[in-house]
Each structure stands twice: as C-alpha cells, then as structure tokens.
C-alpha cells in the first residue's frame, strides 16, 4: 500500500493489528510498535509483545533512539458500566528528531492511523505526553481519570 508521502505500508503492519484486535488470552498482544525502515520506503513492524507492563512499553518507545507509531490495547474498569478495552494509535516523534525525519513520520501517520483503522490516537513529543493517565483518559473518553 503506497502512500503520497512515498513511504508504503508493510502487510505485516496490518496482520500484526489484525492478531491484536482478535486474539484473547494471554498471548494477545497489547501492544505494537511500528517504524519507518531506515530508507524510508516502508512502515515495518518493530515489536509486538504481550507484555502487560506499561512502563516497559514506554522504555521501550523511549529507547527506540528516533519516532515511531504504536498501538497500545488500554483496558480500563468503568465500573457499574463494566471493563472496556480501546485500542488507542500513538505517533512518537522526540523533540530531538531531524525535521526530514519529523516530516515523513507527520506525512505517514494518517494513512497507518486509517489503514489500521483506529480512532483515539495521541501525537507525543516527551514522556509526560504518554503518562498511563492521559492513555487512560484519551481510552475511556475522560470517564477515568
């Protein structure tokens, strides 16, 4: 799948949300982080892990060493109305980040958002732009805070 930015989605981009919109149990993936390969030509799958933690999906987000896309299954308990699950898009583009590089990453990620089909998604240039509460609240429309 082509883009206008140039860069082309992968097959496996797709098959990986697929597995993690399907999947139960404890092998369903929670979480899947995505990059543009280093010629810029494709979005590739870097990582899907069913990894419950949310602090070892930020450091590995963080340690990535450059912007990527991920998606992150939030599950969230609004009690009398019962347990939800949204899956929520995160674009990371560090403050740090080349402007090419921001760029292509800015120009790509409305067409990874719509090919994967989700709705909720949050644009994160620091750590505290990602924080469990703000997921939380992006998640659940506000309802936990």
Not at 72 to 87: A, N, P, Q, W
Not at 109 to 118: F, I, P, S, Y
């Amino acid at each position: 799948m082509s883009m206008p930015s140039g860069v082309s989605i992968a097959e496996e981009c797709l098959t990986a949300f697929s597995t993690l919109r399907s999947r139960r149990g404890t092998s369903k993936p929670i979480f899947i982080i995505y990059k543009i390969t280093d010629d810029r030509s494709t979005v590739v799958v870097e990582e899907s892990s069913s990894e419950q933690d949310y602090e070892v999906f930020l450091q590995k987000l963080y340690s990535a060493g450059g912007p990527r896309y991920a998606v992150y299954d939030v599950e969230f308990d609004l009690r009398e109305d019962g347990k939800r699950c949204r899956t929520v898009f995160i674009s990371w583009v560090p403050n740090d980040t080349p402007v090419k590089l921001c760029m292509i990453y800015a120009s790509t990620k409305e067409q990874l958002k719509n090919a994967l089909d989700v709705k909720l998604s949050i644009h994160a240039d620091s750590l505290d732009e990602v924080e469990w509460k703000t997921m939380l609240s992006v998640a659940s429309g506000g309802k936990c805070l």
